[in-house]
């Protein structure tokens, strides 16, 4: 996170464009923000609603700084561009519990924004993403295959304010007519088994606030699936979101939207399927 805050201003200046245009700098203060008080809570083991306080706060700095959704009202796009930001924040801190999970879909995900985002046209995601991936790849022979740091909430939630951010922007300025989707689309295989864990906790009573080992990555490797194995399918799912996202982006906004969707899905009910047929074979207990 040092390293990308300190080269994002350079980055800036090199390719041309202002250092600190105003939405560029509320990001960085969410960012300072975010990532200081992630630090302390690693530290102190803060209560989850000043973390939650902390997530809305920086949110709302980055939608007020004016990167937000505009649909369908201005009112209620910003209510969602924060929503947003807050869901995928916590989703990638959530998920950041394998050699090389979040690190690998990260950066797998931010050299695919690169490529596809003059398609787009969205340029000016190309640099940041690439700083993105660069800073994500110095960190990865840490963490892959033989994890000796995990990203921790200061690395896990930083990243996940800076990939949402991209997303809103994207969706925002966009030319395709169902451009919106990539940042959805890369980020889906964290998304899916987030959202996944959480209804199946809820519909068995469990507390969504309490730690657990039942998200899908997890289990599947309780199921004696090695981790790198496990990272390695996550980062082919986190490119096929953006191989989906690129060949339904020219589409209509129904007809793309339906299409990618389902794209998206039936892998991931592929991998669920997986992961129950692997816990009747090798038992895990409750999950």
């Keep these: 996170m040092v390293a990308f805050g300190a080269g994002y201003p350079a980055l800036h200046l090199l390719t041309g464009q202002p ?3 105003f939405p560029t700098f509320m990001v960085a203060c969410a960012l300072a923000l975010l990532c200081g008080l992630s630090w302390l809570d690693d530290l102190y083991q803060w209560p989850a609603a000043l973390k939650l306080a902390a997530q809305t706060a920086a949110a709302c700095m980055i939608v007020g700084g004016g990167i937000r959704l505009n649909w369908p009202t201005p009112l209620a ?3 969602l561009s924060v929503f947003w930001l807050v869901f995928i924040t916590n989703a990638i801190n959530f998920m950041d ?4 999970l979040i ?4 950066t797998c995900a931010a050299l695919a924004c690169a490529i596809v985002a003059p398609f787009f046209g969205v340029p000016d995601l190309q640099w940041p993403a690439l700083l993105l991936a660069c800073c994500l790849l110095g960190f990865l022979p840490f963490n892959f295959p033989h994890a000796r740091i995990f990203m921790g909430d200061v690395g896990s939630q930083g990243c ?3 990939v949402g951010t991209a997303a809103l922007h994207i969706a925002s300025h966009t030319v395709q007519p169902c451009g919106w989707l990539l940042g959805p689309a890369l980020l889906f295989p964290l998304i899916y088994d987030v959202v996944l864990t959480l ?3 809820w519909y068995a009573g469990d507390s969504l606030l309490q730690a657990h080992r039942g998200h899908l990555y ?3 490797h309780r199921s004696a699936v090695p981790a790198p194995t496990l990272s390695i399918m996550e980062w082919g799912l986190t490119l096929w979101g953006g191989i989906v996202a ?3 982006a020219p589409t209509s906004y129904v007809w793309g939207s339906t299409s990618g969707l389902i794209l998206l899905v039936l892998p991931q009910l592929a991998w669920t399927a997986w992961g129950v047929a692997r816990t009747r074979k090798h038992p895990v207990g409750k999950w």
């Excluded at 690190?103 to 990260?106: E, F, I, K």
């Design 199 to 201: 209804i199946r906790r």
């Design 160 to 162: 996940g304010l800076l």
């Design 19 to 21: 250092a600190l245009s």
């Design 77 to 79: 796009g910003a209510g």
């Design 97 to 100: 519990g394998l050699n090389g």
């Design 103 to 106: 690190a690998g879909c990260l």
């Design 246 to 248: 690129t060949l339904v």
């Design 218 to 220: 997890q289990v599947l």
